[in-house]
């Protein structure tokens, strides 16, 4: 789920910011520029740790800026295949509920739910329900995940709650 991972990112710099405070702006860029974002093949970067190189400034010609290669190690996000995570519930419907791990969204579809679990249109809010668990909006549930559909700038998952252990997490 989480790992480390030395990442590399390019920085275009507008000759404006070249000065004493160089290399402070280029560290301030390169957090603003990744942390929160998310790379298909690496994850989504939660936050950078520590930064290892930032390359020597390449000035391209046709329009003055320069071109900084960085070298970082970040905390990275990714989900795989048969891993247990716990969420927060955000939608619930017929088809399913959708939940939310950190920045992953994870939909469990109600074919992968618990055979006596229904899902109940005239409850405020809606929920699937169970002799011993409701699942609405709000609800902290642990899942597996069945699947993962990697796309360029997002990552979703289809879990499952029909084995044991998994469900709603209960606060008491």
Do not use: W
Not at 3 to 18: C, G, K, N, Q, V
Not at 106 to 115: D, I, K, P
Request: with cysteine; glycine share 8%; net charge neutral.
């Amino acid at each position: 789920m989480f790992f480390l991972r030395e990442l590399t990112h390019t920085i275009l710099l507008h000759p404006s910011y070249f000065g004493a405070q160089l290399e402070d702006y280029l560290r301030q860029k390169l957090y603003e520029d990744v942390e929160g974002t998310c790379s298909g093949k690496h994850g989504y970067i939660i936050s950078v740790i520590t930064i290892s190189d930032i390359g020597e400034g390449k000035i391209i010609p046709s329009t003055g800026q320069a071109k900084f290669k960085t070298t970082y190690t970040a905390i990275v996000m990714k989900p795989f295949k048969g891993e247990v995570v716990d969420g927060k519930v955000i939608n619930v419907n017929k088809m399913g509920f959708l939940a939310m791990v950190g920045p992953l969204q994870v939909f469990v579809s109600s074919h992968l739910t618990h055979g006596d679990m229904k899902y109940d249109p005239n409850a405020s809010p809606p929920c699937y329900r169970s002799n011993d668990e409701i699942i609405q909006k709000d609800t902290k549930v642990r899942m597996q995940i069945v699947g993962c559909r990697v796309e360029a700038n997002d990552i979703f998952a289809i879990g499952t709650i029909k084995k044991d252990f998994l469900g709603q997490i209960r606060e008491d």
